[in-house]
């Protein structure tokens, strides 16, 4: 069974900076997509930041210079860095990865939260 697990959430002050990690219990050479989206409590999960198998990413509006998203393909593993953080950016993360064979795969989240 193939699993996303995400590490590196907490409580930050605003202005603060956090680094997600999500390690994949498999090569990333299996997925065509991968990357980070975030939920509040009552709105929809909204898609953060997005590797695609081209080589090209996006970002939020939101989070466009703020955040930045990397990979380790050796470790498997995607990170995101958000830097200037703002309470607006309080959220579950949730670690994302598609691909033909596998579909599309979740982790459990990690809660972020930002004070203000």
């Known amino acids: 069974q193939v699993q996303l697990v995400e590490s590196g959430g907490g409580l930050v002050q605003a202005g603060g900076s956090l680094r997600l990690s999500c390690a994949a219990s498999?090569?990333?050479?299996?997925?065509?997509?991968m990357g980070w989206y975030r939920q509040v409590p009552g709105k929809q999960r909204e898609m953060v930041a997005l590797f695609h198998s081209g080589g090209s990413t996006n970002y939020a509006d939101s989070v466009k210079g703020r955040f930045a998203i990397s990979r380790d393909d050796a470790k498997n593993t995607v990170y995101l860095e958000m830097n200037s953080l703002k309470p607006e950016d309080t959220a579950v993360y949730y670690c994302?990865?598609?691909?033909?064979?596998?579909?599309?795969?979740w982790g459990q989240g990690t809660q972020v939260t930002v004070s203000s």
């Open positions: 994302y990865a598609t691909g033909t064979f596998y579909g599309a795969l």
């Open positions: 498999v090569s990333f050479f299996g997925f065509n997509a």
